[in-house]
């Protein structure tokens, strides 16, 4: 059993030091402007009566932006917009807490989670990682994941996801990988490509083509269908191509130049955003489309709509759009050995056998508050992930039926005036969090040089979100 936070020897939360080393985010950066204000509150800030109450008649009644959903898109368009140019916003959620999916606080133990699974920071832009620093501090953070995954030899095995030299040096019986040259031969002898020579045409053809038939069944078929309901085969190939193939020993989960983790949460950070600016006004609890139909939305210059582009359009009957939810069954474990229940932060179940895709631990987290981080906290909370088609959207499952009904709802926003749509579930499209950030920033530079809130770019040339793999 573990005996403490999944570590090595640079730190809590670090990789091993050739691969921590390619981590620009060296030490504790940016700002915490509340923090540094006077408020020392590890966990979300309490809000006031009106925020909470969905009241739009106390709210003003002529605004330049109305804004639906605090999320990362919203947030970035409102701070942008009242920071550089004076624009006022009225930003509206359905749920009672700000930062979407974002949304992290701290249990009566003291422990911080989140709400709706693991969120972990990575960026290769130099201006995504510039701006967030304006609105937290950030601690260096190396994701790693394991799997638990059964050998050849029967016996089950901890191992890098994803796969590295170790993980499948683990898993095959008379396989002794040494060096970045015989991993990448291994591969090489492995991997079938799609019939014929064309390029593959669904999930499972990418994935044989990339990792080959042994790590695709351990690791990524079962996987795939607990988190899609789908087997690969009934995916489009974009979803498994992305499998990385690493020759190295290199077991962080991400490449990305800049990791990091918020160091009193991601809450904070649209707390910073947006509390106390007086060009901004929330409203949580608050429905949308009920105040639409009712007629009680204040006069705006433009709607900001960053919730479901097929619930925008529910009133045409057209056909849903399929999305991947996530069912959380939390757990306190009042004492394990060594305070921890798992070996690391997030441990992956690769099997059938078994109906969760993995179990997060967020007391490995080097963000956690003072009292956690000096070991006073005994417990700790697991969170084992479902999948699910029920329950909030996460994930916008990609296959032709789906990407040609987008497209013609696209068709119609097209045409919507006065309205932009923004953000993930807008654009049927996953994006990580700095790519909603950036999409988000590079639309209000069209607002400054054109007037016009629109994106400069095509969702899809954000490349592929993390999403699950």
């Not at 993980?167 to 492995?190: I, P, S």
């Not at 394990?336 to 007391?363: A, C, H, W």
């Given at each position: 059993?573990?005996?403490?936070?999944?570590?090595?020897?640079?730190?809590?939360?670090?990789?091993?030091?050739?691969?921590?080393?390619?981590?620009?985010?060296?030490?504790?950066?940016?700002?915490?402007?509340?923090?540094?204000?006077?408020?020392?509150?590890?966990?979300?800030?309490?809000?006031?009566?009106?925020?909470?109450?969905?009241?739009?008649?106390?709210?003003?009644?002529?605004?330049?932006?109305?804004?639906?959903?605090?999320?990362?898109?919203?947030?970035?368009?409102?701070?942008?917009?009242?920071?550089?140019?004076?624009?006022?916003?009225?930003?509206?959620?359905?749920r009672d807490h700000l930062g979407g999916n974002c949304?992290?606080?701290?249990?009566?133990?003291?422990?911080r989670c989140s709400k709706y699974g693991a969120h972990?920071?990575?960026?290769?832009?130099?201006?995504?990682?510039?701006?967030?620093?304006?609105?937290?501090?950030?601690?260096?953070?190396?994701?790693?994941?394991?799997?638990?995954?059964?050998?050849?030899?029967?016996?089950?095995?901890?191992?890098?996801?994803?796969?590295?030299?170790?993980?499948?040096?683990?898993?095959?019986?008379?396989?002794?990988?040494?060096?970045?040259?015989?991993?990448?031969?291994?591969?090489?002898?492995?991997?079938?490509?799609?019939?014929?020579?064309?390029?593959?045409?669904?999930?499972?053809?990418?994935?044989?083509?990339?990792?080959?038939?042994?790590?695709?069944?351990?690791?990524?078929?079962?996987?795939?269908?607990?988190?899609?309901?789908?087997?690969?085969?009934?995916?489009?190939?974009?979803?498994?191509?992305?499998?990385?193939?690493?020759?190295?020993?290199?077991?962080?989960?991400?490449?990305?130049?800049?990791?990091?983790?918020?160091?009193?949460?991601?809450?904070?950070?649209?707390?910073?955003?947006?509390?106390?600016?007086?060009?901004?006004?929330?409203?949580?609890?608050?429905?949308?489309?009920?105040?639409?139909?009712?007629?009680?939305?204040?006069?705006?210059?433009?709607?900001?709509?960053?919730?479901?582009?097929?619930?925008?359009?529910?009133?045409?009957?057209?056909?849903?759009?399929?999305?991947?939810?996530?069912?959380?069954?939390?757990?306190?474990?009042?004492?394990?050995?060594?305070?921890?229940?798992?070996?690391?932060?997030?441990?992956?179940?690769?099997?059938?056998?078994?109906?969760?895709?993995?179990?997060?631990?967020?007391?490995?987290?080097?963000?956690?508050?003072?009292?956690?981080?000096?070991?006073?906290?005994?417990?700790?909370?697991?969170?084992?992930?479902?999948s699910t088609d029920v329950g909030e959207p996460y994930?916008?499952?990609?296959?032709?039926?789906?990407?040609?009904?987008?497209?013609?709802?696209?068709?119609?926003?097209?045409?919507?005036?006065?309205?932009?749509?923004?953000?993930?579930?807008?654009?049927?499209?996953?994006?990580?969090?700095?790519?909603?950030?950036?999409?988000?920033?590079?639309?209000?530079?069209?607002?400054?040089?054109?007037?016009?809130?629109?994106?400069?770019?095509?969702?899809?040339?954000?490349?592929?979100?993390?999403?699950?793999?």
């Amino acid at each position: 059993m573990p005996t403490g936070p999944f570590a090595s020897s640079v730190g809590v939360g670090r990789a091993e030091p050739e691969w921590a080393a390619l981590n620009l985010v060296t030490g504790v950066c940016g700002r915490d402007g509340i923090h540094e204000g006077g408020n020392d509150a590890e966990g979300p800030l309490p809000l006031g009566d009106d925020i909470m109450s969905g009241d739009l008649s106390t709210c003003p009644r002529d605004v330049d932006l109305l804004i639906v959903g605090a999320g990362l898109s919203g947030a970035v368009l409102a701070e942008r917009c009242s920071r550089e140019l004076g624009m006022t916003s009225l930003v509206i959620d359905k749920r009672d807490h700000l930062g979407g999916n974002c949304y992290d606080y701290v249990t009566a133990d003291g422990i911080r989670c989140s709400k709706y699974g693991a969120h972990l920071f990575h960026t290769q832009h130099e201006r995504v990682w510039r701006y967030v620093q304006e609105f937290s501090q950030w601690l260096p953070f190396d994701h790693r994941v394991k799997g638990r995954v059964v050998a050849d030899d029967g016996t089950t095995k901890l191992v890098p996801i994803p796969p590295t030299q170790e993980t499948v040096n683990a898993l095959f019986e008379n396989t002794d990988v040494q060096g970045e040259a015989e991993m990448q031969a291994w591969y090489d002898t492995e991997r079938v490509a799609p019939p014929n020579g064309r390029s593959a045409s669904n999930g499972e053809e990418a994935a044989l083509s990339r990792v080959g038939p042994r790590l695709y069944e351990k690791i990524f078929r079962h996987y795939t269908k607990k988190q899609w309901d789908k087997y690969p085969k009934e995916l489009d190939a974009s979803v498994l191509m992305r499998l990385p193939c690493r020759t190295s020993t290199d077991d962080r989960y991400f490449p990305d130049q800049y990791q990091a983790l918020p160091a009193r949460g991601y809450t904070r950070i649209f707390e910073n955003m947006l509390l106390g600016d007086p060009n901004v006004t929330i409203r949580l609890n608050c429905d949308f489309f009920r105040h639409r139909t009712n007629g009680t939305l204040p006069k705006h210059g433009l709607l900001v709509y960053t919730g479901q582009i097929d619930s925008y359009y529910a009133a045409l009957g057209m056909p849903k759009l399929e999305y991947r939810s996530l069912r959380f069954e939390e757990e306190y474990v009042p004492s394990p050995p060594g305070g921890f229940y798992q070996e690391l932060m997030v441990v992956n179940y690769p099997g059938e056998d078994v109906p969760y895709t993995r179990i997060v631990e967020y007391k490995h987290t080097p963000n956690q508050p003072r009292g956690t981080r000096d070991g006073k906290v005994a417990g700790t909370v697991i969170a084992r992930e479902y999948s699910t088609d029920v329950g909030e959207p996460y994930y916008p499952v990609p296959n032709p039926e789906n990407r040609e009904l987008y497209e013609k709802y696209a068709t119609l926003a097209a045409k919507e005036r006065g309205v932009c749509f923004v953000g993930r579930l807008a654009s049927y499209k996953y994006f990580n969090m700095d790519q909603a950030i950036l999409n988000a920033l590079e639309m209000f530079d069209n607002l400054r040089e054109t007037g016009r809130l629109e994106p400069k770019r095509a969702p899809h040339e954000f490349g592929p979100g993390d999403g699950p793999k």
